[in-house]
């Protein structure tokens, strides 16, 4: 549909045809709880965008696509500036890549497919042509493509509604000072809700937040003393250790792959 401007008025649910793609550009912007009575792929195309489900929340970077099936409530919050593409699924016509919310890895075809299809007329017939071989390869390119453990569950038990999820977790002794349960507490509601230790599950968030800081251009430096860590070479490590590879060559695979 071209670019949309973020004033633009926009109803993807009251649109005729099956097959919606939108472009924009978005500063500082939070969409509030809302769903689509359609399922929506989601790209930063440059930039970083948190995205929030139920019991869920993730960062997407610009290496990264995320499905969030019809019906879903979400919450897009972006901090600094991010182009964006989305393209929106009538599931009553197109099936579904995924039959829940995921993430998964921006193929250099894809990219390009995406970004064809985020620039179509909203008035483009799916059905016939070269807008039905371009949607083919858009859904072939999904089924193949590799998901990202980039999906944090959170927990909904009461007694942890205070937590920030805006900053580092504290260490486990410091959070059960701050709520007042015990640690043996907070370790059985984290392995109940998130199926993780707590430990595992502050080290996840640290890397998805990780992987948004170094998405937004920040280097190595200002990324390990935010999430805490006594040196650059101990982020590293930890990083090596999460995704099997350096912050650098993660970034620079990323990008190759969706470049």
């Not at 509030?32 to 489900?53: K, V």
């Not at 919450?75 to 039959?99: K, M, T």
Request: hydrophobic fraction near 45%.
């Amino acid at each position: 549909m071209a670019w949309l401007r973020p004033t633009d008025p926009f109803d993807v649910d009251q649109l005729a045809h099956p097959v919606a793609g939108i472009a924009s550009r978005l500063v500082q912007h939070d969409s509030g709880w809302h769903a689509h009575g359609r399922g929506q792929l989601l790209f930063a195309f440059s930039g970083s965008i948190r995205i929030m489900l139920p019991g869920m929340i993730s960062m997407l970077p610009p290496i990264r696509v995320a499905w969030i099936p019809s019906g879903v409530p979400h919450r897009i919050r972006i901090r600094s500036e991010v182009d964006y593409r989305s393209i929106y699924l009538d599931q009553n016509h197109i099936p579904a890549p995924f039959a829940a919310p995921a993430i998964v890895t921006m193929t250099p075809l894809l990219r390009e497919v995406f970004e064809r299809i985020s620039f179509q007329s909203l008035d483009t017939d799916w059905s016939k042509g070269a807008a039905r071989n371009l949607l083919a390869v858009c859904m072939d390119e999904l089924a193949a493509a590799r998901h990202e453990p980039m999906l944090l569950p959170v927990p909904s038990d009461p007694r942890l509604a205070g937590l920030n999820l805006e900053a580092l977790p504290p260490e486990l002794e410091a959070l059960s000072e701050e709520i007042g349960a015990s640690t043996r507490t907070i370790s059985r509601i984290f392995r109940r809700e998130t199926r993780m230790g707590y430990q595992s599950w502050r080290q996840s968030w640290r890397l998805l937040r990780a992987v948004d800081l170094l998405a937004s251009g920040l280097s190595v430096t200002p990324i390990a003393s935010e999430l805490g860590f006594a040196s650059d070479s101990a982020f590293i490590v930890f990083f090596r250790q999460m995704t099997g590879e350096t912050p650098k060559r993660y970034l620079h695979r990323g990008r190759q792959t969706s470049a």
